[in-house]
């Protein structure tokens, strides 16, 4: 079973620029779908970003045009690029794999947008 830890989230300024990783303890060569989800107080668990092992990849609307999602194969890290971050993001982050032996979810990393 993998295990992700996620990592580069903190307090920005509206307008600012993060970028979250999420490292897996082996290989995500063969993990089909990896994706970073957003929480907020009081709000459901949401999908922020999707990436497929072929290198297609999703977004939400809020976040279309604003983040970009990655993956390094030979790194065994996913990436979460964050640019015109808005007090909206604001979120704990969660990296989760979906793959034929499970459902991982890291442990979160907060972002917070604030002036």
Same mark, same amino acid.
């Given at each position: %079973?993998?295990?992700? *830890?996620?990592?580069?989230? /903190? &307090? *920005?300024?509206?307008?600012?620029?993060?970028?979250?990783?999420?490292?897996?303890?082996?290989? =995500?060569?063969?993990? @089909?779908? #990896?994706?970073?989800?957003? %929480?907020?107080? /009081?709000?459901?668990?949401? &999908?922020?970003?999707? =990436?497929?092992? /072929?290198?297609?990849? @999703?977004?939400?609307?809020?976040?279309?045009?604003?983040?970009?999602?990655?993956?390094? @194969?030979?790194? $065994?890290?996913?990436?979460?690029? #964050? $640019? @015109?971050?808005?007090?909206?993001?604001?979120? =704990?982050?969660?990296? $989760?794999?979906?793959? %034929?032996?499970? $459902?991982?979810?890291?442990?979160?990393? %907060?972002?917070?947008?604030?002036?």
């Amino acid at each position: %079973q993998v295990q992700l *830890v996620e990592s580069g989230g /903190g &307090l *920005v300024q509206p307008g600012g620029s993060l970028r979250l990783s999420c490292a897996a303890s082996e290989s =995500i060569f063969s993990i @089909n779908f #990896m994706g970073w989800y957003r %929480q907020a107080p /009081g709000k459901q668990r949401e &999908l922020v970003s999707l =990436i497929i092992s /072929g290198g297609s990849t @999703n977004y939400a609307d809020s976040v279309k045009g604003r983040f970009t999602i990655s993956r390094d @194969n030979a790194k $065994n890290t996913v990436y979460l690029q #964050m $640019n @015109n971050l808005k007090p909206e993001d604001t979120a =704990i982050y969660y990296c $989760n794999a979906k793959y %034929q032996l499970g $459902n991982v979810w890291g442990q979160g990393t %907060q972002v917070t947008v604030s002036s």
